[in-house]
């Protein structure tokens, strides 16, 4: 069955990094788009980045934009976000998720799995 596996998360200060990663398995990793998105509590689920089958075309939202990077490793099934310059606000819950829907897709609506979740806590 397909398992999608994050990891990297924890306590950061603010203007300090993180960098998570998701394993994926039971898919043809390469043939999905992945995003990451987070869930902070008591908001809805908001989407940060995303990234194409073969990571040549990438989209983020505006928070995330110049300061998150999403990346992908193809040969280890894995998709990266580098998390730079953190607030207070990024505290969140951080999914990854994968679409078989072309491009890089920005709704959550277009992915078809999900991971458990990683906490991402960033102190001021």
């Known amino acids: 069955q397909v398992q999608l596996v994050e990891s990297g998360g924890g306590l950061a200060q603010a203007g300090g990094s993180l960098r998570l990663s998701c394993v994926a398995s039971g898919i043809t990793f390469r043939s999905y788009a992945m995003g990451w998105f987070r869930q902070a509590p008591g908001k809805e689920r908001e989407f940060l980045a995303a990234?194409?089958?073969?990571?040549?075309?990438?989209d983020y939202t505006d928070s995330t934009r110049g300061r998150f990077t999403i990346s992908r490793n193809n040969a280890k099934n894995t998709v990266y976000l580098q998390m730079t310059s953190l607030k207070p606000e990024d505290t969140a819950i951080y999914y990854c998720?994968?679409?078989?829907?072309?491009?890089?897709?920005?709704?959550?609506?277009?992915?078809?799995?999900w991971g458990q979740g990683t906490q991402v806590t960033v102190s001021s």
């Open positions: 990234i194409d089958v073969s990571g040549s075309i990438s």
């Open positions: 998720a994968a679409s078989t829907w072309g491009g890089a897709p920005v709704t959550a609506n277009f992915y078809d799995d």
